[in-house]
Nanobody
Framework: QVQLVESGGGLVQPGGSLRLSCAAS????????MGWYRQAPGKQRELVAAITSGGSTNYADSVKCRFTISRDNAKNTVYLQMNSLKPEDTAVYYC??????????????WGQGTQVTVSS
């Protein structure tokens, strides 16, 4: 079993910053790509940012130059630094990871989600 646990969400004023963390634990053999998705009320879940095991990154156009994704492979953890936050960034943010658990094929795992609210 593999678990992803997110932390760092909350309420922030427009222009503020938050840092999300997501730690993977369990019977992990290897972690490949990791990423952050978000889902606002009434909208589909969308990719925010992703990072490969080698460190290559990909961002949604709406967050480029404001958000930074990074990972610590030794800690099986991915981070999302969010700066210059806007009200339209309000959503539940989900962590995702492609994981090869011990004795199982590669599979997608999701965290439980953390609420980010940008409001004055």
């Amino acid at each position: 079993q593999v678990q992803l646990v997110e932390s760092g969400g909350g309420l922030v004023q427009p222009g503020g910053s938050l840092r999300l963390s997501c730690a993977a634990s369990g019977s992990i053999f290897s972690i490949y790509a990791m990423g952050w998705y978000r889902q606002a009320p009434g909208k589909q879940r969308e990719l925010v940012a992703a990072i490969t095991s080698g460190g290559s990154t990909n961002y949604a156009d709406s967050v480029k130059c404001r958000f930074t994704i990074s990972r610590d492979n030794a800690k099986n953890t991915v981070y999302l630094q969010m700066n210059s936050l806007k009200p339209e960034d309000t959503a539940v943010y989900y962590c995702n990871a492609e994981v090869r658990a011990i004795a199982t094929p590669v599979d997608d795992y999701w965290g439980q989600g953390t609420q980010v609210t940008v409001s004055s």
